[in-house]
């Protein structure tokens, strides 16, 4: 007899779980039930269970009173003869979301869920594919292998940095302990010293802060901490100017975070930052100590301390200052490597989030101030250097500042412009480079300054100091130091030389020292305000020499001197003077230019990479020196002087070139390029060096390839190879190519999700290209520029990673959706791959198409290069919107319109995959559980039978009850709730595993229904895992480093009890219940909502996913309370279930 609960219907809430001797006949599949349903066929009758349909209504609701949510038929699934009137209805569309919204779906999808209602379908297997389903997910997979395959392959940077090496130790500081700071026991710090250098611990020079990233080791100090050193103690220290400059050594502290992992949560980025003000406190107050310090007591005592920070450890520099216990003026300069300035690296924790908005809105608001003093942030200096192409941990794009600060107070630049470095780096290199470490050595003892009490030098002083050492030194922010120069050099020439250049003539020299004695070549500036601008362009491959140097060349800017008879050339303190003793002589006042030489890569036809690997002989670099006219025009003469006296190889080239000949600017469409490409010809009368702009060229998506024809010289001697230079002017990115023929480009223009900059980009800025080529070669040269579209696919990867932590949730959802919608209609929860393969014909196409439509809509009408769709929108805004990139793919271009439809195909693959994955797992498990419970071979197969394939055996509802409770006593107390979350995959996983069991062996629609149903929910928990699996490795490792405070953040029960009440119910073995009317639409709309939702602002907040799945759980909690009518008492039935029944099954 059947057992029923009170208060329920005569039919009852039954287990999934049926008795073996069930009727196990083979039933029509689902497939076949459509064909049937659209035919002309009639439907075969169902095999219904007696005495149901015999019941009158007032036996299957409950009384008036109580709404009533549920279906007229059984609410666990089964199949049940449709009333007559259901074919009456089915002329009314049915919707795609809920009525109220007034959106239709076609008829199609009516058809295909009103079709398994037709007849009791024969058992899908859930392996099973359609051919759209396959054809869908083997292009989306494929794609993705494409872009991964492009990653790897294409487009790549060379390496180029060469090894360094150091002798480091490092100096505990004990008594920075619990009394200074409340982190004494989880982090230390620790003082650097150099062996054979630095014998003892006392501090005697400028302090330094070191800040390490993600999982990052105090010890990454050491090779620009071990080079400081050596360079003070092998130069600077035998520098009298230097010293008296207030150049000393810098004394280097570090802390050590135990490798704490702070890219992911934000609590421990603000407990470093909350450290470190406390430790650089603690620093400043050991110089007041006579016990630990070994200054000069003449010396001011310092106030403020430099940080260097590396990946996270910048954004940690960054947020000290805005920290309460942050001591004002202690930080005034920040230099920071590879660090995600514009945006987390990852959205998947909330607070790492809004501290990463907080931050970057008090900087934007401190520089937006009118007056210096309001802003508290005037005296800080900013600099981001971003590794390149080779950073795959952190995209590039991610550490421009250009958005945060404005160019007075910092930049962003790319150790591919770094002079002398010409080369990217990956995200470690750029601490142990060898060739980017000097460069950072020597910049920070050029701005420090013992003699000031901020230990440095002033904020203009300290951004014309980083300009000078970081950038090419050809931006137009890089300032000129000749015009603020006084004359230091009296040149004497004979009146009747002959070494004057006539005006618009070039000086090309092919050798040094031929003639034997020292020989000045005179070029004329032209007069200031031509109607064409001019500007002065010099290279050579010898070094400049500078004032007092005795080499083998020196170029000068002359102007008259205005000597009377019979005086000296007093104030000057050179004299050069090269009249050969001739009665009649010109003195010329000079400045030296060697202070403004911009040293370039040599290219030579033996040249591959711009820089020297190791093993290999560092080639000397070219110098280039270049001018405006309006900067010289005091000048009367630009004087070459070969100072050698004997036969030298080398080449000098100088010239004045117009503005009209050597610069062009290219209007080309990207569509247009794409499909021809562009080709131009440099004419065989050009300047020495010529200028390509092509602004149409800003997006870091995509990748090009630049073809640079042959230099034919026929037979003249080729002086150099062509030298080509790509580069943008925010951010600071150039890349030099040597004996330049084909060249493969890629940028870091307009990013992703990256925020727009401060200063508004011109119609005009966009990718430049800088051809240096051998001008005595007459012979024009053919350059062709196309996109690489496979070289593009890499591109993606970096840019998109993220993507698969939201996207792939609204195929999910919209697969869910429409299993729900056929099981409301019909009573069978369809397989995933079913569904997927119905989602497929409508709803995700359509749901990509309005997204599509979406973006093309938020474009950007003022977007260079490329005209909008929507030529309505005012881009005349005054207001600059910050978050305008956050949305869909993260760019306002209407180029890329392609990329929605494009990522929702990998995603359906990668759903597919992952669909398939789990199918595997738990029919592995299943076997392993099969085996582990393998009953002898002598039992007969009647007994066998008899006592039925395992099934769901729950324990007692008050065990279940306490379980849950305690569990969520644990996360509000100690665990995050990330954890609990993960025990809640894994019980689902188990629940998953019995399903599949059950359902393999008795085979019935009640049992496929149940299997299919917890099977999506594994799927659906699945993709939300990741989302919360940082913030748990992030506690685990604090317990691994018996780190005992307790976690601060993520304690939200109610963040996690739906998922615990929902799982918990599924191991009871109850179906979810079918919905009626209204309610099922709710489930629709709340299913698209989160779909629409992890397309739109799924990357910029992924977090938020957790919480929208978790009110899905929610709902699917409320509709798991009321088996046959809502009441408050349902929810007890959670924790119910009839061990008898799940034991035996329910006879039919």
């Known amino acids: 007899m059947r057992r029923r609960s009170s208060g329920s219907s005569e039919d009852g809430d039954r287990s999934p779980v049926e008795v073996p001797h069930v009727d196990r006949s083979p039933d029509p599949s689902v497939s076949d039930l459509l064909r049937l349903t659209q035919s002309s066929q009639p439907p075969t009758k169902l095999n219904r269970r007696p005495g149901v349909e015999g019941r009158s209504s007032s036996s299957i609701s409950r009384r008036s009173n109580n709404m009533n949510w549920r279906l007229p038929g059984p609410s666990d699934g089964s199949i049940a003869k449709p009333p007559p009137s259901a074919h009456s209805t089915t002329s009314s569309p049915l919707s795609l979301g809920p009525p109220v919204h007034g959106v239709q779906t076609k008829e199609m999808e009516k058809t295909q869920e009103s079709g398994f209602a037709g007849r009791r379908p024969r058992l899908r297997s859930p392996w099973a594919v359609t051919c759209l389903t396959l054809l869908v997910s083997v292009v989306g997979i494929g794609f993705l292998a494409a872009v991964i395959n492009s ?373 004329p500036v032209p007069p200031a305000g031509s109607p064409d601008a001019k500007r002065f362009t010099l290279l050579t491959d010898l070094k400049l020499d500078n004032p007092g140097e005795n080499g083998k060349l020196e170029v000068l800017f002359c102007s008259v001197f205005p000597l009377q008879s019979g005086q000296a050339g007093t104030g000057l303190a050179t004299h050069m003077d090269l009249s050969g003793g001739s009665t009649g002589s010109t003195r010329l006042a000079c400045k030296n230019a060697a202070s403004d030489v911009v040293v370039l890569p040599a290219s030579t036809r033996s040249s591959r990479y711009p820089f020297s690997s190791d093993g290999k002989k560092e080639i000397a670099p070219f110098s280039y020196l270049q001018y405006d006219v309006d900067d010289i025009s005091e000048h009367q003469f630009v004087a070459v002087v070969e100072k050698t006296t004997t036969p030298t190889p080398g080449f000098v080239i100088a010239e004045f070139s117009d503005h009209s000949q050597s610069h062009r600017t290219r209007h080309i469409s990207l569509r247009r390029l794409l499909a021809f490409g562009m080709t131009l010809r440099l004419p065989s009368a050009r300047p020495m060096v010529c200028e390509v702009k092509i602004p149409s060229l800003q997006s870091s998506l995509l990748a090009y390839n630049l073809e640079v024809g042959n230099q034919a010289c026929g037979d003249t001697t080729e002086l150099f190879a062509p030298l080509v230079r790509q580069y943008l002017t925010e951010p600071y990115e150039s890349k030099f190519f040597v004996n330049a023929r084909d060249i493969t480009v890629s940028l870091h223009g307009i990013a992703p999700y990256v925020p727009p900059p401060l200063k508004r980009r011109s119609a005009e800025d966009g ?208 665990i995050p709730y990330q954890f609990a979350y993960m025990v809640a995959c894994l019980v689902q996983l188990a629940t998953t595993v019995r399903a599949q069991r059950i359902a393999s062996d008795l085979r019935s629609g009640t049992n496929s229904n149940f299997y299919n149903y917890v099977h999506s929910i594994l799927v659906l928990m699945l993709w939300i895992l990741p989302i919360n699996l940082p913030i748990l490795v992030v506690w685990v490792h604090n317990l691994a480093v018996h780190w005992l405070t307790p976690f601060s953040s993520h304690h939200n029960v109610l963040s996690i009890m739906p998922f615990i009440i929902l799982v918990e119910t599924m191991t009871t073995g109850k179906m979810v219940p079918r919905l009626n009317g209204r309610f099922k639409h709710f489930t629709s709309a709340l299913l698209i909502a989160i779909s629409i939702y992890a397309a739109v602002y799924g990357v910029s907040c992924a977090y938020m996913l957790h919480y929208l799945v978790n009110m899905v759980a929610a709902w699917l909690v409320v509709i798991h309370s009321t088996p046959g009518s809502w009441s408050l008492s349902g929810l007890s039935d959670l924790y119910e279930g009839d061990a008898e029944d799940r034991k035996r099954g329910k006879e039919p």
């Open 151 to 523: 990653s790897a392959t294409r487009q790549l940077d060379p390496k180029g940095c060469r090894m360094s090496y150091m002798r480091p130790s490092y100096a505990r500081l004990h008594d920075f302990d619990t009394e200074h700071t409340r982190f004494a026991s989880k982090y230390s710090l620790y003082l650097y010293r150099e062996q054979g250098i630095d014998n003892d611990v006392k501090v005697k020079g400028v302090p330094i802060l070191f800040i390490p990233g993600n999982a990052g080791s105090y010890k990454q100090v050491r090779p620009i901490a071990a080079e400081t050193a050596n360079y003070f103690h092998e130069v600077l220290q035998q520098d009298e100017s230097a010293i008296k400059a207030g150049v000393r050594n810098l004394d280097f502290f570090t802390v050590d975070f135990n490798e704490d992992i702070t890219a992911f949560h934000g609590q421990t980025l603000l407990d470093q930052a909350e450290y470190l003000n406390e430790a650089i406190r603690y620093i400043l107050s050991l110089y007041l100590d006579p016990r630990a310090s070994d200054r000069d007591p003449d010396l001011p005592d310092p106030t403020s301390v430099i940080v260097l920070g590396h990946s996270m450890g910048g954004i940690v520099a960054r947020t000290m200052l805005i920290m309460p216990n942050y001591q004002s003026n202690s930080i005034n300069t920040i230099v920071t490597m590879s660090a995600p300035h514009a945006r987390p690296p990852v959205s998947f924790d909330g607070e790492i989030v809004k501290i990463y908005q907080d931050i970057n809105d008090y900087w934007r608001h401190a520089y937006s101030e009118q007056w210096a003093n309001n802003n508290p942030l005037w005296h800080v200096t900013l600099v981001s250097i971003a590794g390149g192409g080779l950073d795959t941990v952190v995209p590039s794009d991610y550490a421009s500042v250009e958005s945060l600060v404005p160019d007075t107070h910092g930049f962003t630049v790319f150790t591919s412009t770094v002079p002398n470095v010409w080369t990217s780096m990956d995200h470690q290199a750029i601490l142990w480079c060898d060739q980017f470490r000097k460069v950072v050595a020597r910049a920070l003892y050029d701005v420090v300054d013992v003699n000031r009490a901020t230990q440095t030098k002033p904020r203009a002083e300290r951004m014309r100091v980083f300009k000078k050492w970081f950038l090419s030194g050809m931006e137009t922010v890089a300032e000129k130091t000749l015009p603020l120069k006084e004359p230091t050099t009296l040149l004497t020439l004979a009146d009747n030389s002959d070494d004057i250049i006539a005006q618009g003539q070039r000086l090309t020299l092919r050798s040094l020292g031929a003639s034997g004695t020292a020989r000045a070549h005179l070029l």
């Open 767 to 974: 990718l430049s290209f800088q051809f240096w080529t051998d001008p005595t070669c007459e012979s024009s040269i053919q350059v062709k520029l196309t996109i690489d579209v496979l070289g593009s696919l890499g591109k993606l990867y970096m840019r998109y990673r993220t993507v698969f932590a939201a996207f792939p949730l609204l195929v999910v959802a919209l697969v869910l959706r429409k299993q729900f919608r056929v099981y409301d209609t019909t009573g069978i929860f369809i397989s995933f791959s079913e569904s997927l393969d119905l989602s497929l014909r409508q709803s995700i196409p359509l749901t990509l198409g309005v997204l599509t439509i979406l973006s093309l809509s938020t474009t950007n009408s003022s977007q260079a290069g490329n005209a909008s769709f929507w030529h309505w929108r005012n881009s005349t805004a005054t207001t600059l919107d910050f978050h305008q990139n956050d949305l869909l793919v993260g760019t306002q271009d209407p180029f890329f319109w392609f990329l929605i439809p494009l990522i929702g195909l990998v995603c359906v693959g990668v759903c597919t995959v992952l669909n398939y994955m789990t199918l595997a797992l738990t029919h592995a498990l299943s076997i392993v559980v099969s085996l582990l419970s393998f009953r002898p071979g002598w039992i007969r197969n009647d007994d066998r039978r008899k006592t039925g394939p395992p099934g769901f055996f729950p324990s007692s509802p008050r065990r279940r009850m306490i379980t849950t409770v305690f569990l969520l006593f644990l996360v509000s107390t100690f």
